[in-house]
């Protein structure tokens, strides 16, 4: 199966920064890759796919980009409504494999 | 607006059959272009993607699953569902169901779980 490690796996920022989250696979998956975000006790949410494509109604402070296997996710002017775990999702070959996870809190 | 609604028991003894249903209102499980997923999280761990199955009924399995896996969909019901067997302490998770849509991008199709439901709690134990 192909890993997706993610990095780092926690970060603490404050309002209003940039942040920016990588994940890394472990053999090229094209762009055949989606950005999740969940809160404590919710379904996660599909931020992002093709890499880099906002999914419907999520705002452009969020933005992907990558290719092959190395991926970022950039949040930018960080609110609190951001502050959540984020996992990236391969699609590119079966098992479909998630990354471990980023924890974004606030400083 | 499509919603998901998993459903099923709480608690499961070891050995024996867990069996989940997802119910989907504000659409078809007929409707072309989509496939049915689930995903499960054991607390306070990270997501596992577990399968999917198409409208046509073919279905893609974790292989760390696959012999104790079925997901079976019931289109005059509207449901999907889920059943794993030989259950043990290691099933006990949070599991999720979600539609899985392909999205136009550039000359291809791309896949991601674009609605899902709220998840229901399994707990596995004696």
């Known amino acids: 199966a192909i890993q997706m490690t993610q990095s780092p796996s926690s970060l603490s920022a404050s309002i209003g920064d940039r942040v920016t989250i990588a994940c890394r696979a472990s053999?090229?998956?094209?762009?055949?890759l989606s950005w999740y975000q969940q809160k404590p006790g919710r379904a996660p949410k599909l931020l992002i796919y093709a890499a880099s494509t906002l999914h419907t109604g999520v705002p452009s402070k969020f933005s992907g980009n990558g290719s092959g296997t190395d991926f970022t996710l950039t949040i930018s002017n960080l609110q609190p409504e951001d502050f959540a775990t984020y996992y990236c999702?391969?699609?590119?070959?079966?098992?479909?494999?998630f990354g471990q996870g980023t924890k974004v809190d606030i400083k | 607006q499509l919603h998901l609604q998993e459903s099923g028991p709480g608690l499961v003894r070891p050995s024996q059959t867990l069996s989940l249903t997802c119910s989907v209102s504000?659409?078809?499980?007929?409707?072309?272009?989509?496939?049915w997923s689930w995903v499960r999280q054991p607390t306070g761990k990270g997501l596992e993607w577990i399968g999917r199955?198409?409208?046509?009924?073919?279905?893609t399995y974790s292989p760390s699953l696959e012999s104790r896996l079925t997901i079976s969909m019931d289109t005059s019901r509207n449901q999907f569902s889920l059943e794993l067997s030989s259950v043990t302490a290691a099933d006990t998770a949070v599991y999720y169901c979600a539609r899985g849509n392909k999205f136009l991008s550039g000359n291809y199709n791309r896949n991601a779980l674009d609605v899902w439901g709220r998840g229901t709690v399994v707990t596995v134990s004696s």
């Open positions: 199955i198409y409208t046509t009924g073919t279905t």
């Open positions: 999702l391969q699609d590119y070959k079966y098992p479909w494999t």
């Open positions: 053999q090229g998956v094209r762009i055949d």
């Open positions: 504000g659409g078809s499980v007929n409707s072309g272009g989509f496939f």
